[in-house]
Nanobody
């Protein structure tokens, strides 16, 4: 079982920046596909950004040019750098992971077996 430990959530002003972190202790990121999903009040889960085991990335249209997903393999930590925040970015953000051999940076929940507990981001 992959344990995902998230941090970095909080409140920010519109136009500001927040960086979320997700650590997977004991698992090298080279063997994982990982992603950030979010759920806003009254809405379905939305894939925000994903990164494959080969380093390829995928972004939702709503965040392209503003958000960047990256990973630090030395620290086994995934990041989501969120810039130019908008009120509509307000949501619970979740870190997801897959250790399936054929995983890729898909922005669908079926691509991942593990979820973190989420961290709230509020933009006003």
């Amino acid at each position: 079982h992959v344990q995902l430990v998230e941090s970095g959530g909080g409140s920010a002003l519109a136009g500001g920046s927040v960086r979320l972190s997700c650590a997977a202790p004991g698992y090298g990121f080279s063997s994982l596909c990982m992603a950030w999903f979010r759920q806003a009040p009254g809405k379905e889960d939305e894939g925000v950004a994903a990164i494959g085991s080969d380093g390829s990335t995928n972004y939702a249209d709503s965040v392209k040019g503003r958000f960047t997903i990256s990973e630090d393999n030395a620290k086994n930590t995934l990041y989501l750098q969120m810039n130019s925040l908008k009120p509509e970015d307000t949501a619970m953000y979740y870190c997801l992971a897959s250790r399936r051999a054929g995983c890729w940076a898909v922005l669908r929940t079926y691509g991942y077996e593990y979820w973190g507990h989420g961290t709230q981001v509020t933009v006003s």
